[in-house]
Structure formats: C-alpha cells, structure tokens
C-alpha cells in the first residue's frame, strides 16, 4: 500500500525556519516534489528533485530560500525552508512520481497535506 506521510509544518514567526519532512513507503519514485496551497489560491509546484536528488527545481518565490533533499535509503523527501514570510503560509502537500518530468502539476501519489503557518 503506497502511502506519504508529511511531517513537520507548525507555526512560525516570519523569518524563521521550517523542516518539512516527507515518508514514501511502498514502492520507489523517480521524482519526488512539494506543493502548497494558500486559503483561496490554487496549488503551486514548490520544489521537486530527481531520483539522484542532483536535478532540483525552485519556485521562483522560494528560490535562495527554500531547499530540497532526498534520502533514498530511507525513502524520504525533505523541504528545509528558511527566511519564512507570511506568503508562505499554506498547506504543503509531498507528492510523487514514475514519471521523469519533475515540473509538473499532475503527480500521481499525494499526501494529506501539513499546515505551515507563519505570523507577521
């Protein structure tokens, strides 16, 4: 049974820093990515990497600020986010894929979702 579990959101002050931690167990993916979505905004691709977690992508908002890990070994995903700001407040969502295209809105395995909340 594939399951993603997330771990790690909370509240913050603007500013600091968030670990948000995601646990793949079932089968192994090629690309793994977070997403988050903001009360009455759409889901946004925040950050994926390849198997290797040698290719990364960035939301151009979180670019410098925001960094993806991958342990294979433990078949986990990690999103270390620093300098927080109130507009990152939003669910984040681990998602992932067979596929190789690591930019893309329509993964095929989701988690439930963490909460990241960070005041001003």
């Known amino acids: 049974q594939l399951q993603l579990v997330e771990s790690g959101g909370g509240l913050v002050h603007a500013g600091g820093s968030l670990r948000l931690s995601c646990a793949a167990s079932?089968?192994?993916?090629?690309?793994l990515a977070w997403f988050r979505q903001a009360p009455g905004k759409e889901r946004e691709f925040v950050a994926g990497c390849n198997w290797s977690g040698e290719i990364k992508h960035y939301a151009d908002s979180v670019k410098g600020r925001f960094t993806i890990s991958r342990d294979n070994g433990k078949n986990t995903v990690d999103l270390q986010m620093n300098s927080l700001e109130a507009e990152d407040t939003a669910v984040y969502y681990c998602?992932?894929?067979?596929?190789?295209?690591?930019?893309?809105?329509?993964?095929?395995?989701w988690g439930q979702g963490t909460q990241v909340t960070v005041s001003s």
């Open positions: 079932g089968r192994t993916f090629y690309s």
């Open positions: 998602a992932a894929d067979r596929g190789t295209v690591i930019r893309r809105m329509d993964y095929g395995y």
